[in-house]
């Protein structure tokens, strides 16, 4: 048997035109929340090789272990974020792992064929990558590298995630 360089999904991420609309909707709706949101992010990548700089707002939640981001594209493309045609993408956009070994997972996925098309470092330092393949059009899949300022942000979020709800 092979061992996957996929660990467990840790997050799905939603793309959206309005992030607060969609707040709103996994809150009422489906019941997840409290949601950690940050607004007018710039987040700095390399992207199919050159660098970009992309302003967003992005909000966070913890359900069931999982990690779920919502993210609004506020600038231009191209970006991961982005059609062909320029127009933020909206709905599923990836699917993310959390990896103690980053480089050498990444190594493992473009030694089976993916692409690696993004990466980039976040302000806390938090390295990670996108990769994609013809064979699945549509799917990205994300290395997170695990990081002690990750792992204190998403304990965060569990102690939060505990509490009883009083927005809801």
Do not use: C, K
């Not at 709103?24 to 949101?37: K, S």
């Not at 980039?120 to 799917?139: E, H, L, N």
């Amino acid at each position: 048997m092979t061992t996957s360089w996929l660990g467990a999904v840790r997050q799905i991420s939603f793309t959206t035109d309005d992030i607060d609309r969609q707040q709103r909707f996994w809150e009422t709706q489906i019941g997840v929340g409290p949601w950690d949101v940050f607004r007018d992010l710039t987040l700095t990548m390399n992207h199919e090789g050159l660098p970009i700089a992309l302003t967003v707002h992005v909000a966070l939640a913890l359900h069931e272990g999982v990690l779920i981001e919502l993210m609004q594209v506020l600038g231009q493309g191209p970006s991961p974020f982005h059609d062909r045609e320029n127009r933020p993408i909206v709905g599923l956009q990836r699917l993310a792992s959390v990896s103690d070994a980053i480089l050498e997972d990444a190594a493992a996925a473009r030694s089976r064929g993916m692409e690696q098309f993004v990466d980039g470092v976040d302000a806390t330092g938090q390295r990670y990558f996108y990769f994609r393949s013809p064979a699945a059009p549509g799917i990205i899949l994300e290395l997170l590298e695990n990081t002690a300022s990750f792992q204190a942000f998403v304990s965060g979020l569990e102690a939060r995630s505990r509490r009883p709800a009083t927005n809801l």
